[in-house]
């Protein structure tokens, strides 16, 4: 886990206590370069440093603080989830993005809080020599806070009015909780390739019947990203198709379905997610005959727990509702955490940061179109699936 906090806001103390709640649990140390204080730190020379540095992978975040540099390493890292639980302090924003990125695992990110005097008291108290430093510090915590309201914690533990055993018991519970996440899962081009469906159907039926590749480019362009009756009305007034509007949507909910197959290893994937304790919700705008016979031809029904669909529900992503009734049908709230992933940088990042989910792009090699960006990009959804499992280390 990472607690992330101010100076003197109780990293340290809360630490002590998850790790009387269950030995596990246990300190982090990064490798220290500079002055003051060692307890807590591997003390490391400018030499050590160096190699870490030139080291590829190894530094997984650096800083510099207090006249020190403070390094976040990799072979660190290794060692401490080969022995238990690590607990990782940190101070900056930016450090958390980077370990969560630069280091899969099942993070838990806790922030610690204390107004700026409980600071200025806790450090006068235990005889820092630095005390004008840390609420300097401290200051500047706020102003990273600040610069990142995006940033969602798992957990906020307000330390001055929470005694340590508590806060650390609030820890280990959302730690277990964090077990039972939800994950919800955009359905078209995330999990199943609907592109390559699609543009199967629409040549197979402009073959069938004779039209010009001119009128399959037109179709395709149309119903590329979404298509519904009124996609198909628009088309055949358009291109004067040989079928009337319903027999279309009627021929089309019929023959796509079974063509529709999941991206290989999708299946696998998310039994693995689902055998680590996670709800997977699938979360997908479109109509409910077509989009329930995609599911069941595919497989995917089989392998997720619940299914969430716009014209079932009435809500379309990227709108609040349709998180909030994906979450209910499993028995949670959105207050509880979790992930959206999906291929729709509008309506499953921007639609699941605003519901408080976590959120994972998928890029198909896209670059990131701008905007706050999700909390992970990958390439496909089995690279998103593996970061929220935890990938290999």
Same mark, same amino acid.
């Given at each position: *886990?990472?607690?992330? !906090?101010?100076?003197?806001?109780?990293?340290?103390?809360?630490?002590?206590?998850?790790?009387?709640?269950?030995?596990?649990? =246990?300190?982090?140390?990064?490798?220290?370069?500079?002055?003051?204080?060692?307890?807590?730190?591997?003390?490391?020379?400018?030499?050590?440093?160096?190699?870490?540095?030139?080291?590829?992978?190894?530094?997984?975040?650096?800083?510099?603080?207090?006249?020190?540099?403070?390094?976040?390493?990799?072979?660190?890292?290794?060692?401490?989830?080969?022995?238990?639980?690590?607990? *990782?302090?940190?101070?900056?924003?930016?450090?958390?993005?980077?370990?969560?990125? +630069?280091?899969?695992?099942?993070?838990?990110?806790?922030?610690?809080?204390? #107004?700026?005097?409980?600071?200025?008291?806790?450090?006068?108290?235990?005889?820092?020599?630095?005390?004008?430093?840390?609420?300097?510090?401290?200051? =500047?915590?706020?102003?990273?806070?600040?610069?990142?309201? $995006?940033?969602?914690?798992?957990?906020?533990?307000?330390?001055?009015?929470?005694?340590?055993?508590?806060?650390?018991?609030? /820890?280990?519970?959302?730690?277990?909780? &964090?077990?039972?996440?939800?994950? *919800?899962?955009?359905?078209?081009?995330?999990?199943?390739?609907?592109?390559?469906?699609?543009?199967?159907?629409?040549? @197979?039926?402009?073959?069938?019947? +004779?039209?010009?590749?001119?009128?399959?480019?037109?179709?395709?362009?149309?119903?590329?990203?979404?298509?519904?009756?009124?996609?198909?009305?628009?088309?055949?007034?358009?291109?004067?198709?040989?079928?009337?509007?319903?027999?279309?949507?009627?021929?089309?909910? =019929?023959?796509?379905?079974?063509?529709?197959?999941?991206?290989? &290893?999708?299946?696998?994937?998310?039994?693995?997610?689902? $055998?680590?304790?996670?709800?997977? %919700?699938?979360?997908?705008? !479109?109509?409910?005959? %077509?989009?329930?016979?995609?599911?069941?031809?595919? !497989? /995917?029904?089989?392998?997720?727990?619940?299914?969430?669909?716009?014209?079932?529900?009435?809500?379309?992503? #990227?709108?609040?509702?349709?998180?909030?009734?994906?979450?209910?049908?499993?028995?949670?709230?959105?207050?509880?955490?979790?992930? *959206?992933? &999906?291929?729709?940088?509008?309506?499953?990042?921007?639609?699941?940061?605003? =519901?408080?989910?976590?959120?994972?792009?998928?890029?198909? @090699?896209?670059?990131?179109?701008?905007? #706050?960006?999700?909390?992970? %990009?990958?390439?496909?959804?089995?690279?998103?699936?593996?970061? %929220?499992?935890? @990938?290999?280390?």
């Amino acid at each position: *886990m990472i607690l992330y !906090g101010p100076p003197a806001s109780g990293k340290d103390t809360v630490t002590r206590a998850l790790s009387s709640l269950d030995p596990a649990f =246990a300190l982090f140390s990064r490798v220290k370069v500079g002055p003051g204080r060692s307890a807590g730190y591997r003390m490391g020379t400018p030499e050590l440093l160096a190699q870490l540095r030139t080291t590829p992978g190894a530094v997984v975040y650096e800083n510099a603080r207090y006249d020190s540099t403070y390094v976040t390493d990799r072979p660190g890292l290794d060692s401490a989830f080969e022995s238990g639980v690590p607990v *990782m302090h940190l101070g900056q924003i930016d450090g958390v993005r980077a370990v969560l990125d +630069g280091y899969p695992a099942d993070w838990l990110t806790v922030l610690l809080w204390c #107004p700026k005097e409980a600071t200025a008291s806790r450090s006068a108290d235990r005889g820092d020599a630095d005390t004008p430093a840390r609420v300097a510090a401290w200051n =500047a915590t706020k102003e990273d806070l600040e610069a990142n309201p $995006s940033f969602r914690f798992d957990l906020v533990v307000r330390t001055d009015a929470t005694p340590p055993e508590q806060a650390a018991e609030q /820890i280990r519970q959302a730690l277990a909780e &964090g077990e039972q996440q939800l994950v *919800m899962l955009d359905f078209d081009d995330t999990l199943v390739d609907r592109l390559t469906a699609v543009t199967s159907w629409i040549s @197979g039926y402009c073959a069938a019947h +004779g039209l010009t590749p001119e009128t399959e480019h037109r179709m395709l362009g149309a119903m590329r990203v979404r298509a519904d009756l009124q996609t198909f009305e628009d088309l055949h007034a358009e291109l004067q198709l040989p079928e009337s509007p319903d027999q279309l949507w009627d021929r089309y909910n =019929a023959e796509l379905p079974a063509t529709v197959r999941p991206y290989p &290893g999708v299946l696998d994937a998310l039994a693995a997610v689902r $055998s680590s304790g996670r709800r997977l %919700i699938v979360v997908t705008n !479109g109509g409910a005959r %077509i989009q329930r016979a995609k599911l069941k031809s595919s !497989g /995917i029904a089989d392998h997720v727990d619940a299914v969430c669909i716009s014209e079932e529900t009435g809500s379309r992503k #990227p709108d609040l509702l349709i998180f909030e009734k994906a979450a209910a049908s499993v028995a949670r709230n959105l207050a509880q955490g979790g992930w *959206m992933v &999906g291929d729709n940088a509008a309506l499953d990042v921007t639609g699941g940061r605003e =519901a408080g989910l976590r959120t994972a792009w998928i890029s198909h @090699g896209r670059p990131w179109p701008g905007g #706050p960006a999700p909390d992970f %990009i990958a390439r496909d959804v089995l690279e998103a699936l593996n970061h %929220i499992l935890g @990938g290999a280390r």
